[in-house]
């Protein structure tokens, strides 16, 4: 089976993804991560990349095209992947297209995390992180057991990410929807589209997708 997740930044696409691979055994293919993985080992679509990014351009589709071609390639024949992070443009989903068709492979369902926008810039907002395990809490809905002290770990000390902050939210959530209104017609027009409330548990909100995929 192969997907697309949708939602803004804090919508919690990335847990949901992450929970699909541990639980379904999917594949979660991050374009961010595949140019950085591409450059990094120097494949011929790489290096093609490296020369674009060194000279300050963006990355052409070609080549992000190129590098989820490779990336399934790689990839068992019946290994359901997670697209994320693409397609942004309706001429980049028409290329998702050809890339599956050409490796037998079709496109199941594009499920988007709804948000509501107040409600995410307090999520957003509000969060920190265990600065030496990585644990996460929130100001309103999640704080250490003991005030100033990691429950994982016993660390004292937390940091919070630098666009976490309300203005940052806001601008992503445009881009956001700029990004994604041209291509949602396309998957609209096909009856495969599905919505699920990003604002819910993170259990809820699994529960929910789990239903789409296994309708």
Known sequence: MNIILLGPPGA?????????????????LSTGDMLRAAVKAGTPIGLKAKAVMDAGELVSDEIVSGIIGDALDELGPDTGVIFDGYPRTAPQAASLDEILAARGRALH?????EVNEAALV????GRFTCAKCGAGYHDKHKLPKVEGVCD???????????????????????????????????YEA???????????SMDAVSAAIAGILDA
Do not use: W
């Not at 919690?12 to 979660?28: E, H, N, P, S």
């Not at 096909?190 to 819910?200: C, E, K, L, Q, Y």
């Open 12 to 28: 919690g696409k990335g847990t949901q993804a992450q929970m699909l691979v541990d639980q379904r055994g999917m594949k979660q």
């Open 190 to 200: 096909r009856n495969i589209v599905s919505r699920v409330d990003g604002m819910a």
């Open 152 to 186: 994982v770990c016993g660390s004292t000390e937390f940091k919070r990410r630098p666009d976490d902050n309300e203005e940052t939210v806001r601008t992503r959530m445009t881009e956001y929807r700029a990004k994604t209104a041209p291509i949602l017609p396309i």
């Open 109 to 113: 369902h594009v499920i988007e995390l």
């Open 122 to 125: 307090d999520r957003v907002t």
